[in-house]
């Protein structure tokens, strides 16, 4: 499927990442003409790397995931403004691409490179290798600009939870002239050092990494001005109260923005960055809860006007120049494109959909997508390319318009899946809880009652109901096993506002679980003779792990089995900014925290549970279930240890079908009938 798009200014040209066939995970690199509508591969990291396979890095397979890039080859480039010349970095080496000729040569560099970026001329590359920052151009010399000063420090790197939870993946940025840099500088000396082993290769030296769990110490970021001569200028503003540093924008239209955010994260301020270095506060926004990160913001439009998003009026709205443009009934959820006017993607009434917007300087706000689905889009100049999901075709469509005309789609290599979910759209409950229900393909009523499994992620940061096919592939195939799936979103998933989202604040655990028990209740009584509530489980990963494991052991009585993948079991135990975002700081807060963390409650456990997780996941660490397990072998409650050796947070494409296939076969086992005087069994 098509995907990162870079847009010439003109319209004349349009860059893509995209696989040669559906069942190839190395992305390649090409581009489409607008003159002939001609789509000519660019890059090939087959040929490139002479058949070999692609090796990152580490700092690139880090990289990867908190990307959650699955595929290999290409997985990122970078462009001039002019979308002439790409960049960018296969197997810790560093190339350069010609656009227009199609001539791509490698550029002699430092071992490792990670995340290069050509300046907005295209005469020279900044790239990070071994945590320094370098520069060099497509005929060298390639120079330091800032190097390490202890091993503990970075430059021009995203630290892990500006990687992980505030969605910036960089740390450097180019001056709109070409003529400098500001760059991060990372120091993680004060931040707990954890070792990561691969049990299954114990002639491995464990990976030690930084982690700034909860209560404890994050990385010092600072940010700096660096000339291509190496001179550097410390950015200045008051990191004690606002040590996040969550985004940085600079464009030709004004000077350099910086948005930090205090430690809490109930302020946020945008600033000004001037030419000696100093800040000054363009904007504050202050909540008593938090304050969200919206991507793509804050920006400067083509007048020089601020853009941003903001809580206001019970949703979030774009404001420009700190004022209201769009209405209070649109989630604004992302800005796009930043130029005379602002193109975003937001939900109205409906938060299962997801549509492309344009505010002009008129003042009107327009919805430029118009079918059912889910829809994301890039912009420049008179060029929009559309990437559109719909609810009943697998797949997306990727549309090119010019200058608000179709002009052409681009080609798609995804192969057509052999699953056709056909999810049942609904709302639930008092809280009008959206979710979607898939059956067995070919189901009929008079077959009797399903035996159930809910499927949810169900808490911040993600949303599983969409009206969207493949976003329910997975949930299909367990459908395929003989079981009626329900996919519920509860309070705290995005779409619908900030009172939504603030409403979980320091009680997650509990609406979570008390959600998914509405909407099982009201799928039963909107389906009469559809589910068999004696036989009900639950699944899930990563936040769907957590709240699986919170559903098992809080109502037995409802969920008789459950199968939590990589789960939070202390909340002690994951990152600052998230946990801290929702729980508070830990200080004083101990009764929170139990309250919401499953280790507490490992005792009371009374249904068949399996535990899954990656051995290698750097995000939830398998400590979190290894703690568990503990806990409940202690506490006398059989349970079963799936152990995934090398796995990360995501599972590895060659284990997919076997993690799969160990559920299905797990729940049908624990959900099968029972005598009626045992009403539930332990597994080992």
Request: contains cysteine.
């Amino acid at each position: 499927m098509p995907r990162d798009f870079r847009i010439a200014p003109d319209g004349g040209r349009v860059a893509f990442l995209r696989t040669r066939t559906g069942s190839d995970t190395g992305t390649c690199l090409w581009v489409r003409e607008a003159a002939d509508g001609t789509e000519r591969l660019i890059a090939d990291p087959g040929r490139l790397l002479d058949g070999g396979a692609d090796r990152p890095p580490q700092a690139e397979r880090t990289h990867r995931e908190r990307t959650r890039e699955s595929a290999t080859g290409i997985t990122s480039f970078a462009v001039d403004a002019a979308v002439r010349t790409a960049v960018f970095a296969l197997s810790g080496r560093l190339f350069h691409a010609d656009l227009g000729s199609g001539r791509v040569r490698e550029v002699p560099a430092a071992p490792g490179v990670v995340g290069p970026h050509p300046d907005p001329t295209g005469t020279r590359i900044a790239y990070v290798a071994d945590g320094a920052l370098r520069v060099t151009s497509p005929h060298g010399p390639d120079t330091a600009l800032a190097e390490p000063e202890d091993p503990d420090v970075t430059w021009g790197s995203a630290e892990f939870v500006a990687a992980e939870e505030m969605g910036r993946t960089r740390g450097f940025w180019w001056a709109p002239d070409g003529r400098s840099l500001l760059v991060a500088r990372v120091d993680t000396g004060e931040v707990t050092k954890w070792h990561l082993a691969d049990p299954a290769a114990p002639h491995r030296t464990p990976r030690r990494i930084p982690y700034p769990a909860a209560g404890t110490a994050n990385a010092h970021v600072t940010l700096w001005h660096v000339t291509l001569d190496g001179a550097r200028r410390r950015v200045r503003w008051d990191e004690a109260a606002l040590p996040y540093l969550s985004a940085v924008h600079w464009s030709p239209h004004g000077p350099a923005l910086l948005q930090v955010q205090s430690r809490d994260q109930r302020t946020l301020r945008v600033l000004a960055v001037a030419a000696d270095g100093s800040t000054e506060v363009r904007a504050e926004d202050t909540d008593p809860h938090w304050v969200a990160v919206v991507p793509g913001t804050p920006a400067w439009t083509a007048d020089g006007r601020l853009v941003r998003v903001a809580a206001r009026g019970g949703a979030y709205r774009l404001l420009v120049d700190d004022r209201p443009v769009t209405p209070d009934d649109l989630q604004v959820r992302a800005v796009l494109d930043v130029a005379g006017d602002v193109l975003f993607s937001a939900s109205g009434d409906d938060p299962t959909q997801i549509h492309v917007h344009r505010w002009g300087p008129g003042g009107r706000t327009s919805r430029l997508t118009t079918t059912p689905g889910v829809h994301h889009a890039a912009r420049s100049g008179p060029v929009l390319v559309t990437v559109s999901q719909s609810p009943d075709r697998p797949g997306s469509t990727v549309e090119v318009h010019t200058a608000g005309r179709l002009t052409g789609t681009l080609t798609s290599a995804a192969e057509t899946p052999v699953l056709a979910p056909r999810p049942r759209l609904l709302t639930a409950g008092g809280r009008r809880l959206r979710c979607a229900v898939l059956l067995p393909t070919g189901h009929r009523p008079e077959a009797g009652r399903l035996p159930v499994l809910l499927d949810p992620y169900g808490g911040p940061a993600a949303q599983r109901v969409l009206a969207a096919h493949d976003k329910y592939l997975f949930s299909q195939w367990f459908a395929e096993q003989g079981f009626a799936v329900l996919v519920a979103d509860g309070r705290g998933t995005p779409g619908r506002g900030p009172a939504w989202d603030r409403s979980i604040h320091c009680d997650e655990a509990r609406m979570n679980v008390e959600d998914q028990v509405d909407a099982l209740r009201a799928t039963a009584d909107r389906f009469p003779g559809l589910l068999d509530l004696d036989r009900v489980a639950i699944r899930g990963w990563s936040h769907g792990g957590y709240l699986a494991l919170l559903a098992v052991l809080r109502r037995p009585d409802v969920f008789h089995a459950a199968v939590a993948g990589a789960p939070v079991t202390d909340r002690l135990l994951y990152n600052t900014f998230y946990t801290e975002r929702y729980l508070g700081h830990p200080a004083g807060r101990e009764d929170v925290y139990a309250a919401n963390s499953p280790l507490t409650e490992a005792a009371s456990l009374q249904r068949p549970l399996m535990l899954i997780h990656g051995l290698a996941d750097d995000n939830v660490v398998a400590a979190h279930t290894l703690r568990l397990s503990g806990a409940l072998l202690a506490a006398g409650r059989p349970h079963t240890v799936l152990p995934l050796s090398a796995a990360t947070h995501r599972t590895p494409h060659a284990m997919i079908e076997g993690v799969m296939r160990a559920q299905s076969h797990f729940l049908k086992q624990a959900l099968a009938p029972l005598p009626k005087e045992t009403p539930a069994r332990g597994h080992h």
